[in-house]
Each structure stands twice: as C-alpha cells, then as structure tokens.
C-alpha cells in the first residue's frame, strides 16, 4: 500500500527515531512508515542510551519507543524526554498491552501493537502532527474602526462624529447613544459596538454601558467597589461601572 496523503502536502517532514532493541523490527516499521505515504525521515537506535545520545544531538519530533528492552527501557526514557525543554512526541510500539496506562499518564501520542498495521500508523502521525505543529487559532474577526456612527431616528440614518457621543447604553432590545440632548438608536449589538469603537477614549463599564471617558466630568466610589461616572450632558447622567471593569477605568484615567 502506498500513496500520498493530501493532508500532508504543506507539511515539513516529520524527524522520526525508532528506538528497538530488536532490529528485524526497526526495520519493518520504518517500512511501514514508508507505506504510510507521509514525509518522514527516520533514524534507528538499537537501545535507548543510543537514543538518549542522539536526542541530545538533534531534534527530533517524534520517537517510536519499545518498551521492553535491555538496560534503559522504553519507559524509562519517555521520562526522561518529559524534562527536555522541547520534548519530541512520544509513540510506543510494543507486543505487549500491559503498559498502556502507564505510557499515557507519560503523555504518549499513541500506544501501537505489533504487528503495526498502515492504517492505524497513519493516524499515529496526524495525532503528531497535531502536536507538534498545531494549527494556528483562528483570530477573532477584526472590526474597522469608525470616525463617526451611523444612528437611527424618526426613520432616518444620521452620521454624528465621535465626539458629541456621551455614552451607549443597553436597552431591553436596542442599543441606546446619548449626545449631549439628544438619545438615538443604533443597529449595532453591544459587542460590536464596543469592537468598533477607539478604546481609548471609550470604554466598557458595564454590561450594558459604554462612555466616552473625555466626556466624564466626575468619579465617586458609591458601594461595594462599584463606582458612578458623571458625563457632561444637559442631565448630567450618573452611569455605574461595575467592579470587574473598574481597574481598567482607573488604568486609563490614571487614578
């Protein structure tokens, strides 16, 4: 059986040590990793101080381990890699089931039988794959940042600059925005909302409260670690910041 795995085409080839004591089985296994159609390029060690010295030489990105073998056994070397600062990934290969649950509190990748079947292998080296070089983490999505909002009122859209906005506040269903006289509507969740607008100078007070911190005019504490912030418009509202948001108020404002 051969062939290549799509899922491999974009990838580096994989640095694989098989470590046995017995070398037919080496032998065999390297084959198999052939089969697989996978970029790997292997190295042989015959006993696992052999191995030792070579991980110390080289990087490696995973290790094929017998376990039952003279001197140090494949185990015993599985802890042993668990301290490197980079430590390869670890596959045990072995007649034996015994020592599953050992090698897996190790952290192994996988534990193989003997005989080691293609399928089975080429699962093997996508659970290495996925540990040694995992797929980056898809970013959340970015907003663009605006200059002036579009708000809704009386059936129109009205674009007002940053700066005449005084606050935003969640209302049942509808985003509120409060200018110095006047409350609109915006078609913007909270959440986006806050995504798309410069922090600084507006910030995140509260579940249902974003200011625009150059139109706060006073700051009280009130009770329990909770504070009040008073903007300048006609009414001179009072908004609550709530205590998981205060620290970063008082970083902003340096107070």
Do not use: C
């Amino acid at each position: 059986m051969s062939g290549t795995n799509p899922l491999t085409v974009s990838l580096p080839t994989l640095k694989a040590l098989i470590v046995d004591d017995e070398e037919p089985a080496t032998i065999e296994l390297k084959y198999r990793l052939q089969e697989t159609g996978w970029p790997v390029q292997v190295s042989v060690a015959l006993t696992a101080t052999d191995a030792l010295k070579l991980l110390r030489q080289r990087d490696f990105d995973v290790v094929f381990l017998d376990i039952q073998m003279p001197g140090l056994t494949g185990l015993e070397l599985a802890e042993v890699l668990a301290e490197f600062s980079r430590p390869p990934v670890v596959v045990f290969v072995t007649a034996y089931d015994e020592y599953a649950v050992r090698a897996f509190e190790l952290r192994a990748a996988d534990y193989l039988l003997k005989p080691v079947r293609v399928e089975r292998l080429i699962e093997t080296l996508e659970r290495v794959r996925e540990r040694r070089y995992p797929a980056p983490k898809a970013e959340p999505p970015r907003f663009q940042l605006i200059d002036r909002l579009p708000v809704e009122k009386s059936g129109r859209t009205l674009l007002i600059d940053l700066a005449e906005v005084r606050f935003a506040e969640a209302h049942d269903e509808l985003v509120l925005v409060k200018t110095f006289d006047q409350v609109y509507t915006v078609r913007f969740t909270m959440n986006e909302l806050e995504a798309r607008l410069p922090n600084p100078p507006f910030l995140r007070i509260h579940r249902s409260f974003i200011v625009n911190l150059k139109r706060v005019v006073e700051i009280r504490p009130y009770f329990n670690g909770v504070y009040l912030l008073k903007v300048d418009d006609k009414e001179r509202t009072e908004l609550t910041v709530s205590r998981g948001h205060v620290r970063s108020l008082r970083s902003l404002l340096g107070i």
